[in-house]
């Protein structure tokens, strides 16, 4: 514990030798106004602004003080510093004014209008008048692709941007150029940005260089959007967000601060992908056998349910289709209604493997899955068959920081405080951190590793098997290895010995229960040798353990179950079939089957289903999904669908199915609300009682009030319904949640709860008052309870796995492989307009030798045949995939997932 003096008053601050804050992350901690531009909590410090000043005494007798940058001051104890002392205000004031000498004077027309950081920060600094009567220096701006619009004007030249892209992110195609007064910052010529996280521009920037281009088409002001705090649907991960709606149709999506998991940024998927949400043929009526009905009343509806009823009634087997995109309520409403045994987690059997094999590691193995954040912490890491930066973008920048901590730890060794990141810098440049890579072909984390092993997954694991044998005897010996196999197996080896904490990264993306068991073998045999290890399994969507925690029945193993000769009813929930399976194995099911799809994309298996009930989405409902970690994560609703529109219909999933029930069972009415459901779901499933700890019921009220959706300068409510009516309506009631449906309630959560739905603090309008706040929203032990896992894990039961793969070998055929992209791979990206026109064609992988054999050339059209389903692509030739191997975009549009590990035998020309 630390004493610093600031204005005359005393404070007590806890410092951690290993955490050096500098003073203007402790004034804003402390609840501090101090303008600031250069500075990040992620980025350190550099000191280029010269915003932050505040005067520094060198002792009680020292009445004169020195102005210092507080961005570029350690703390220490005993310090005495003034921040509202007449020198500090006027030089703070001045700054501010030249740093806006060339800044275009268009906040009424700018998109961050009313969210910017220069405009709060000016205000904070009391500079009021422009003095400044000259041409104002201009700049030409680039297209830097479909997500972000570039104004330099509105540049202030505090180098944020590219510290973060070059620095943090390792962007290789944006810098800064020129000199002096006279910078740009961009690419060297128009074009879109490569990185992944280039997005994070957009709050990264303190001014509007930087926007939202997405927003642009429905653009609205921060002030009259209303939000919720959610979660990511994108991956596994779970990113925190914040999700903005106006007329009904989301408009933004915001990073939404937490500290174990995202921080301060989200990969450009999370961010942009949203338009799935607003596309116009999304289905918000009851379809029957292709015939459109439109609900007009309770009545009408209740009639449809009463014929869905009588069609499962006289039924003489009904099973259910769970997804792995639906929330753990909705899944299990539909478990619920047509029994456990009848109900498949609607995972194709080989990932099914993975999934279950996962959670048997992660509930018996006894060796922990780390955070994101947990994850930077680590001196060694191998992942082992994941493209993470395709798969899981967010876990990529983890490791990446990881190596940044690396160098950190290393600096703080040298006496370099944390903050100061261009001392750190120095030290980054000269070290090579433990990173090593396992996949079928190059990855994108490949610069950055000391070792990459590019083989066919079978051979990836008989990797992992041999290192894990090299530590344990214990573990299976790999036979047939070559000198340079057993030389690399040593190396690694060695890597790890080393390490005092080692991760080791693998998931389902591979299709191979192999590869997850040699990973769970390495870590269990560095844990017998009393290292810290982690180990980190990533399934392949938002809710994939949660839902394999319900069921572990396969789609294939439910559809196979089904005798063509009886009457068979099948509900699908959220879930297109034709992305799943083959489209003879849909045909089939849609021939011999009624089928009763409840979705809110239009899907294929919508469009064709006898009964189709429209769902909300994820921004229309509330819901709780469990991700990597086995963290329950709660998504609330941001909008009421329905509101002030009569003619539409959109229901949560669970409701319908909750309604079927009830219809089949003569109205015995189960559940109200989304607390009832859960509470029915924990009696059933006790592995989830956490999730009712993880956040408030909907009875929780801060000083008598629901929680606000919306800024209190939200305006014009009545405004937004004036074609039907005049009068203001009453605000939708949210039965399922804390939060109202307006700006009336309670918005002052910074530093007493930790459920934000948006960024606000007095004064600071823009994102940049998260970095206020996160410090405060931590400090409770009552937060804890945001980081609940399902289960710790503590038990250790689980022996070696023994089988070992036999080496794969060329044939005369072709093995399916999977090839992932961050846009299009994931079911709800593909749906969104932007990322549609963004990435529309994907190429097959074919190794050089392969394609020259069959006389192919790269960019030629080619087909094949599985099953009487005939599948085109353009060739893309790759040295690196080896033969034998066909790389294919699984999961893209029109490519099922059940074409992970066919064989094909004849490729042809198209």
Not at 110 to 117: N, Q, R, T
Not at 565 to 593: A, C, F, G, P
Request: with cysteine; charged share 20%; net charge positive.
């Amino acid at each position: 514990m630390m004493i610093i003096i600031i204005d005359g008053e005393k404070y007590n601050i806890k410092k951690d030798v290993h955490n050096l804050d500098n003073l203007l992350s402790v004034f804003l901690s402390l609840g501090f106004d101090v303008p600031y531009f250069c500075w990040h909590p992620a980025l350190g410090s550099v000191g280029s602004c010269r915003q932050c000043a505040v005067k520094l005494y060198h002792d009680i007798h020292d009445t004169k003080g020195r102005l210092v940058m507080s961005c570029m001051t350690a703390v220490q104890d005993g310090l005495i510093v003034s921040i509202h002392d007449k020198e500090s205000i006027f030089f703070r004031k001045s700054i501010i004014e030249l740093l806006m000498i060339n800044h275009p004077h268009d906040c009424p027309i700018c998109e961050e209008g009313g969210s910017c950081h220069l405009q709060d920060m000016t205000v904070i600094s009391g500079h009021t008048n422009r003095r400044y009567r000259f041409v104002k220096r201009t700049h030409l701006n680039q297209n830097i692709g479909p997500f972000m619009a570039h104004n330099m004007n509105r540049c202030i030249s505090c180098y944020r941007c590219v510290r973060y892209y070059k620095d943090y992110a390792d962007g290789t195609d944006f810098g800064v150029y020129g000199i002096s007064s006279n910078l740009y910052f961009g690419r060297m010529k128009s074009g879109n940005l490569e990185n992944q996280f280039s997005g994070n521009l957009i709050e990264i920037c303190p001014t509007g260089v930087f926007t939202d281009k997405t927003h642009f088409g429905n653009y609205t002001r921060k002030w009259d959007l209303q939000y919720a705090p959610s979660i990511c649907q994108h991956c596994s991960i779970g990113c925190n967000i914040s999700a903005g709606e106006r007329y009904g149709t989301i408009r933004k999506i915001e990073n939404r601060y937490n500290k174990k998991i995202n921080h301060y940024f989200l990969c450009d998927r999370g961010r942009f992908s949203y338009g799935h949400s607003n596309i116009k043929d999304r289905p918000n009526s009851i379809r029957l056998k292709k015939k459109i009905i439109n609900i007009q009343s309770d009545i009408s509806k209740n009639i449809v349910l009463k014929h869905v009823s009588d069609m499962i009634n006289q039924s003489d087997k009904v099973i259910g289709i769970g997804s792995v995109r639906a929330s753990i309520e909705s899944n299990y409403a539909l478990q619920n209604l047509v029994g456990v045994k009848n109900f498949s987690n609607g995972m194709i059997e080989i990932e099914n493997q993975c999934i279950q094999l996962m959670l048997s590691i992660l509930k018996n193995g006894g060796i922990y899955t780390p955070s994101l954040a947990e994850i930077e912490d680590y001196d060694c890491i191998i992942v082992f068959g994941e493209d993470l930066t395709q798969t899981s973008p967010r876990a990529a920048l983890a490791i990446r920081q990881a190596i940044k901590q690396y160098a950190v730890k290393l600096s703080i060794s040298k006496g370099i405080d944390k903050w100061n990141r261009l001392g750190i810098l120095n030290v980054e440049n000269n070290i090579k951190y433990p990173l090593v890579i396992t996949n079928i072909d190059c990855t994108e984390l490949d610069n950055v590793s000391v070792y990459r092993y590019i083989a066919p997954v079978v051979n990836q694991a008989r990797l992992g098997f041999a290192i894990a044998h090299e530590l344990d005897c214990y573990s299976p010996v790999v036979d047939q290895l070559d000198h340079n196999l057993i030389k690399l197996v040593k190396n690694i080896t060695n890597l790890l010995l080393n390490s005092k904490k080692p991760l080791i990264i693998s998931g389902s993306h591979s299709g191979n229960v192999s590869l997850i068991q040699a990973s769970f073998n390495i870590a269990k045999s560095l844990k017998k040798r009393g290292l810290e290890v982690g180990l980190a399994l990533f399934p392949s969507s938002v809710n994939s353990f949660g839902v394999g925690l319900l069921s572990n029945l396969s789609i294939n193993q439910l559809l196979n179950s089904l005798v063509k000769d009886q009457k068979n009813t099948i509900i699908i929930l959220e879930h297109d079939l034709y992305r799943t399976l083959l489209r003879y194995q849909v045909d089939l099911i849609l021939k011999y089957s009624n089928c009763i799809i409840i979705d809110h994309q239009n899907t294929k298996i919508f469009q064709k289903g006898h009964i189709s009930l429209p769902s909300s989405n994820l921004f229309e409902s509330s819901g709780t999904v469990i991700n990597y970690e086995l963290r329950p994560q709660r998504f609330f609703q941001v909008y009421d669908p329905t509101f002030g529109k009569s003619n539409k219909i959109v229901f949560e999933s669970w409701k319908w199915l909750n309604w079927l029930k009830d219809k089949i069972h003569y109205n015995i009415k189960q559940w109200l609300t989304l607390d009832d459901i859960i509470n029915s779901c924990i009696k059933d499933f006790p592995i989830f009682k956490n999730i009712k700890k993880i956040v408030p019921n909907a009875l929780f009220r801060i000083n008598g009030q629901k929680i606000a959706r919306s800024p209190h300068r939200y305006s014009g409510r009545t405004a937004l319904y004036m074609d039907t009516n005049i009068h203001e309506p009453r605000q939708p009631k949210d039965d399922n949640s804390m939060f109202s449906f307006s700006m009336e309630g309670n918005n002052q959560l910074q530093s007493s709860f930790g459920y934000i739905p948006f960024t606000w603090s007095p004064g600071w309008n823009s994102i940049q008052s998260s970095y206020k706040i996160n410090n405060l929203q931590y400090k409770n032990d009552k937060y804890s309870t945001l980081n609940l896992r399902l289960w710790d894990n503590n038990i250790s039961n689980l022996d070696f796995f023994n089988y070992v793969p036999d080496l794969f070998i060329y044939s005369n055929k072709w093995i399916v492989v999977p090839y992932y992209f961050i846009f299009g791979s994931d079911e709800l990206s593909q749906y969104s307009t932007v990322i549609k026109n963004y990435n529309s064609v994907f190429p097959i992988v074919i190794n050089r030798k392969d394609a020259l054999k069959f006389n192919f050339n790269s960019g030629d059209k080619i087909y094949f045949n599985i099953l009487n389903q005939q599948f085109i692509f353009f060739i893309q030739y790759s040295e690196l995939l080896e033969s034998g191997q066909i790389g294919i975009p699984i999961g893209t549009p029109g490519i099922p997932l059940d074409l992970l590990g066919q064989e094909i035998t004849e490729l042809k020309k198209g």
